[in-house]
């Protein structure tokens, strides 16, 4: 049977996002295995706010209860940074686009390196106005870098939006998309994909985590995936989406694009020296738009 997203309003508010800044939030103190979104804090909404009053022992608590989780939320968010800092360092002029942008702070805690680079958040209204009130009142940066825009992914057109608020065709453009394919269905994911593909015309990297797909279909083997699976139906935002290791260069292909990384739990634990276990039906993935400008 086809899974389908439950239907979200503008007025929504995603649970998940709050319990990511949270897990962030929780390791973001500590000595060794560092979380370096020190921002995470500010933007855990209640009940998940709870957890930080006594951190030992909520992290001590998570790893039984969702085994895993909060060590992927860490390599996660290392790894995303060092790719974008990567893309910052060889783009100058470009754009960052975060779709799904939740309490993501790095147009904050990157301000001094975008140089002329501009990014473009785009969410559910109800966790954008969250978002600004707490960058508002807490007078994060007087000059932010970043545009804010309302969207439903499910009942909005991405082209649309991006033809409406502006969006430079022509620029090189890195697309951050953490934390968010496993929520939407497959023909959202295609047609996110297909969009971004027509719309830009330079340069296009993508950077993406995603589910395997036998653990979407039901293969709770994993480490961590029944404890995590069990929590994301009690707030009814259940994962969705997967993709099989042995098919995701054809997958891609198909949509215009390459693979050019692919790390899984194990490249993860590996690159960023953790003595933890992370959650094993997660990886991350880099790709690249195969033709721009009519350059391979």
Same mark, same amino acid.
């Given at each position: 049977?086809?899974?389908?997203?439950?239907?979200?309003?503008?007025?929504?508010?995603?649970?998940?996002?709050?319990?990511? +800044?949270?897990?962030?939030?929780?390791?973001?103190?500590?000595?060794?295995?560092?979380?370096?979104?020190?921002?995470?804090?500010?933007?855990?909404?209640?009940?998940?706010?709870?957890?930080? /009053?006594?951190?030992?022992?909520? %992290?001590?608590? @998570?790893?039984?209860?969702?085994?895993?989780?909060?060590?992927?939320?860490?390599?996660?968010? /290392? /790894?995303?940074?060092? @790719?974008?800092?990567?893309?910052?360092?060889?783009?100058?002029?470009?754009?960052?686009?975060?779709?799904?942008?939740?309490?993501?702070?790095?147009? %904050?805690?990157?301000?001094?390196?975008?140089?002329?680079?501009?990014?473009?958040?785009?969410?559910?209204?109800?966790?954008? $106005?969250?978002?600004?009130?707490?960058?508002?009142? $807490?007078?994060?940066?007087?000059? @932010?870098?970043?545009?804010?825009?309302?969207?439903?992914?499910?009942?909005?057109?991405?082209?649309?939006?991006?033809?409406?608020?502006? *969006?430079?065709?022509?620029? $090189?453009?890195?697309? &951050?998309?953490?934390?968010?394919?496993?929520? !939407?269905?497959?023909?959202?994911? %295609?047609?996110?994909?297909?969009?971004?593909?027509?719309?830009?015309?330079?340069?296009?990297?993508?950077?993406?985590?995603?589910?395997?797909?036998?653990? %979407?279909?039901?293969?709770?083997?994993?480490?961590?995936?029944?404890? @995590?699976?069990?929590?994301?139906?009690?707030?009814?935002?259940?994962?969705?989406?997967?993709?099989?290791?042995?098919? !995701?260069?054809?997958?891609?292909? +198909?949509?215009?694009?390459?693979?050019?990384? $692919?790390?899984? +739990?194990?490249?993860?634990?590996?690159?960023?020296?953790?003595?933890?276990? &992370?959650? +094993?039906?997660?990886? *991350? !993935?880099? *790709?690249? /738009?195969?033709?721009?400008?009519?350059? *391979?």
């Amino acid at each position: 049977m086809k899974k389908l997203a439950p239907k979200r309003t503008e007025s929504d508010f995603i649970q998940s996002a709050s319990v990511t +800044a949270m897990m962030r939030a929780l390791l973001s103190e500590k000595n060794e295995f560092q979380n370096p979104d020190y921002l995470a804090k500010y933007f855990v909404s209640h009940p998940w706010s709870e957890f930080l /009053k006594d951190r030992e022992k909520s %992290i001590e608590n @998570l790893e039984e209860r969702v085994p895993g989780c909060i060590y992927y939320h860490l390599v996660r968010t /290392k /790894k995303f940074d060092q @790719l974008c800092l990567k893309w910052l360092k060889e783009n100058k002029n470009g754009q960052i686009i975060i779709l799904g942008s939740g309490f993501d702070s790095r147009a %904050i805690i990157f301000q001094d390196k975008l140089d002329k680079n501009f990014i473009y958040e785009f969410d559910l209204k109800q966790m954008l $106005n969250y978002k600004k009130e707490i960058i508002k009142s $807490n007078n994060f940066c007087n000059s @932010l870098k970043s545009n804010f825009i309302d969207i439903n992914f499910h009942e909005d057109s991405l082209i649309e939006s991006f033809f409406s608020n502006k *969006i430079d065709q022509h620029k $090189n453009t890195l697309i &951050i998309w953490e934390g968010v394919t496993y929520f !939407l269905d497959e023909s959202t994911i %295609i047609e996110i994909l297909n969009n971004l593909n027509e719309y830009f015309t330079n340069e296009l990297e993508i950077i993406l985590d995603y589910a395997y797909r036998d653990y %979407i279909n039901g293969n709770l083997s994993y480490y961590g995936a029944s404890e @995590l699976n069990r929590e994301l139906k009690e707030i009814n935002e259940p994962h969705l989406f997967g993709l099989e290791q042995n098919k !995701l260069d054809g997958f891609f292909n +198909a949509l215009g694009y390459k693979v050019d990384e $692919n790390s899984k +739990a194990e490249d993860l634990e590996n690159e960023f020296g953790l003595k933890k276990k &992370i959650h +094993a039906f997660h990886g *991350i !993935l880099k *790709i690249e /738009k195969r033709v721009y400008n009519g350059k *391979i």
